[in-house]
């Protein structure tokens, strides 16, 4: 797998994910360090994304820190240079890491969609609903739901796909009272940035949280939030209905790849320049318009 950046040598390796690389600090501690990697229908693909991994950290520390009342994250607010014995390791990946605490991951994806596009349009053009959720009937793509939905799905490994999945099966995952916890709060996390977003004339059309238990068995935000890379951010000038509306996220590159004859494995395909270029235009242009005071 591409590392974008290199890995780091001073401290050991605990996980690689798709487009993250985790590293052991202490017994209640990791490193958590955003590559520039991307993956798109749960491949990773071959080329990076010039300063993505950054542009991630910073969007997620700023969302873990604004909705810090609805649920705590797994931030520490320790500095990476605390923790990264080689100084200059520390400055290589100081804008894309976060010192964060160790959990028990949750082995459900927390999805929330607001509008009917992605996998759960294409479910609700077969079933006409979504994660077994019955929608009203004519909707078109990209539709404006009448109140957010919690849909789960399953957490692939890297190389694995993700796969929708309904409440009752969620609720065996979990177990009930976790579930009915992760659903209500996903929901409310969902509603506030929601509203943030529009002031900034953002539509978030879905997003994915994950979470992990600490401890002492609190539910807590981990991995990554808001992001361009787990969510869909649409402008709302450009929203209408009937079409895959123009995005600032990766749907730009799934848009891409739809017109290769690619069969969603891998290896994934190498992107021409253009298309990693404005992949980082994308991403900068939502951080920018999120961040701005």
């Known amino acids: 797998m591409p590392t974008f950046p290199p890995m780091l040598h001073s401290l050991p390796l605990h996980y690689q994910g798709k487009v993250r690389d985790m590293y052991e600090i202490d017994d209640t501690r990791l490193l958590m360090v955003a590559t520039d990697r991307l993956s798109a229908y749960d491949v990773v693909l071959p080329d990076a994304i010039p300063g993505k991994g950054e542009i991630l950290t910073q969007v997620s520390r700023f969302w873990f820190e604004h909705l810090a009342e609805v649920v705590p994250s797994h931030l520490t607010g320790d500095a990476v240079a605390s923790v990264v014995p080689d100084a200059a390791e520390a400055r290589a990946v100081a804008a894309r890491a976060l010192v964060v605490r160790r959990l028990q991951p949750v082995p459900i994806e927390a999805i929330v969609r607001g509008y009917l596009i ?7 053009q077969r079933t006409g609903s979504v994660c077994g959720l019955q929608l009203p009937a004519g ?46 709060v996903s929901l409310a996390l969902y509603s506030q940035a929601a509203a943030y977003a529009a002031e900034r004339g953002i539509l978030i059309a879905d997003t994915k949280f994950e979470f992990g238990l600490d401890a002492q068995g609190r539910l807590t ?53 253009q298309v990693i270029a404005n992949t980082s235009a994308k991403y900068r242009e939502v951080a920018a318009r999120l961040l701005a005071a």
């Open 221 to 273: 935000l981990m991995d990554e939030l808001l992001t361009p890379d787990s969510s869909r951010f649409w402008p709302a000038a450009d929203w209408r209905t009937g079409i895959s509306p123009p995005s600032f996220d990766k749907q730009y590159v799934r848009d891409y790849l739809d017109t290769l004859a690619w069969d969603h494995q891998p290896p994934g395909p190498s992107l021409p320049a």
């Open 139 to 184: 909707l078109p793509q990209a539709a404006r739901l009448a109140q957010p939905i919690f849909t789960p799905s399953t957490k692939a490994a890297v190389g694995d796909h993700d796969v929708n999945i309904d409440f009752a099966q969620a609720e065996r995952l979990v177990g009930p009272a976790l579930a009915a916890q992760i659903r209500e």
């Open 118 to 124: 992605g996998s759960g349009w294409r479910e609700y």
